[in-house]
């Protein structure tokens, strides 16, 4: 369905300008069509059966379940839910909620890196995803991502341009740093990817809960050229989950992790500074406050013209809700600069 102008791709990537690029679920959805979405089906039974005699663990569960039609989950709604507890929660009558709600917690982040792990094994457009990473490493062009998933991250360092020890917009050692001494080299990073919300490889040394010191996340990961996952010991060295942290409608849970104080500071910089901001997949949902918070304030300078959005619509319908979505947050934004064709698309448009 072409509902528009595509979003300009011609420019050469090395040109002066500072372009970033803003993803979302859409994107990984687009290149890895395995990936879950958002609301879907997380090992939903299974679920329901690990946390089965816990009352409260169980009555959460199943209130989100009857929210969707096929029973599938909002992940980020229910993460929320789980991490920002409610002040009932607390009461005399409540008993053991909270501990109920950490063990959910914890087993819907497992299931969550499950399915994503078992999207790596299936179709993946990989030329158009190393064609984006190398679009990004020509041209200097940072990312800021709200997915947890690390698809991006591998294609990146295919570039020999990108590494996750500085990458990150901080010092990620390996986490084989734990078992043995490791020589990183240079941790600078001529690109940054910046994970608001934290990812699939961050995971903090053992003892260290949240909130999480910045000393102590490693990535965590088989594609790094570290192989810290494939060897046992380091595992035990580790905190079994990643430092994931959903959209919240208060912004103290991402104040209070340090990591993500530092990510969002950088965000802030970059999206202050860039020539042009290109938002792929994004579906810049109401509930994420911070989110709106931070493009509003620091893209409030950038004219709009120099703001693009690739989405994907099936119908005219569809396509003028994404219109509207981005228009009430951002502003006044042409019709020409909503290219609503899918991510796919777009990228198999750009230079080579």
């Avoid at 372009?19 to 859409?26: D, K, L, N, Y």
């Avoid at 792990?117 to 030329?127: C, P, S």
């Avoid at 608001?196 to 990961?221: C, E, F, M, Q």
């Amino acid at each position: 369905m072409s509902t528009s102008s595509p979003a300009p791709v011609d420019a050469p990537a090395s040109d002066s300008r500072n372009r970033v690029f803003v993803t979302g679920a859409g994107f990984t959805r687009t290149l890895v069509p395995n990936a879950p979405l958002l609301i879907d089906d997380f090992g939903n039974d299974a679920l329901a059966d690990r946390v089965r005699g816990l009352p409260h663990a169980s009555r959460l569960l199943e209130w989100e379940r009857n929210r969707h039609v096929n029973g599938h989950i909002d992940i980020e709604r229910l993460m929320t839910r789980l991490e920002s507890l409610m002040p009932y929660d607390h009461a005399e009558f409540a008993d053991n909620a909270v501990n109920e709600y950490a063990l959910l917690l914890s087993e819907l982040k497992r299931s969550f890196l499950d399915r994503i792990r078992e999207a790596g094994k299936g179709e993946i457009h990989r030329n158009e995803l190393n064609k984006f990473a190398g679009y990004c490493a020509q041209g200097r062009s940072h990312c800021i991502t709200f997915n947890y998933d690390d698809f991006l991250d591998q294609a990146l360092v295919g570039t020999l341009h990108w590494g996750p020890f500085g990458g990150y917009g901080f010092h990620c050692p390996s986490s084989v740093s734990t078992v043995a001494l490791w020589d990183e080299g240079i941790s600078g990073s001529g690109l940054l990817l910046l994970k608001l919300h934290g990812s699939v490889n961050w995971r903090p040394k053992l003892g260290h809960t949240s909130p999480v010191p910045l000393n102590a996340i490693t990535h965590h990961d088989h594609w790094s050229g570290t192989d810290g996952a494939d060897l046992p010991d380091v595992g035990n060295h580790l905190e079994p989950q990643p430092v994931m942290v959903p959209p919240v409608l208060s912004k103290s849970s991402l104040v209070e992790q340090p990591i993500l104080r530092l990510v969002w500071s950088h965000a802030f910089t970059v999206l202050q500074s860039a020539h042009e901001v290109t938002f792929l997949g994004y579906s810049f949902p109401a509930t994420d406050i911070a989110a709106r918070t931070l493009f509003s304030e620091a893209l409030k300078d950038l004219p709009r013209e120099d703001i693009h959005v690739v989405n994907l619509a099936s119908d005219n319908s569809q396509a003028e809700n994404i219109r509207t979505t981005y228009r009430s947050a951002l502003g006044d934004i042409s019709e020409a600069q909503f290219h609503l064709n899918g991510a796919l698309d777009w990228i198999r448009r750009l230079p080579t």
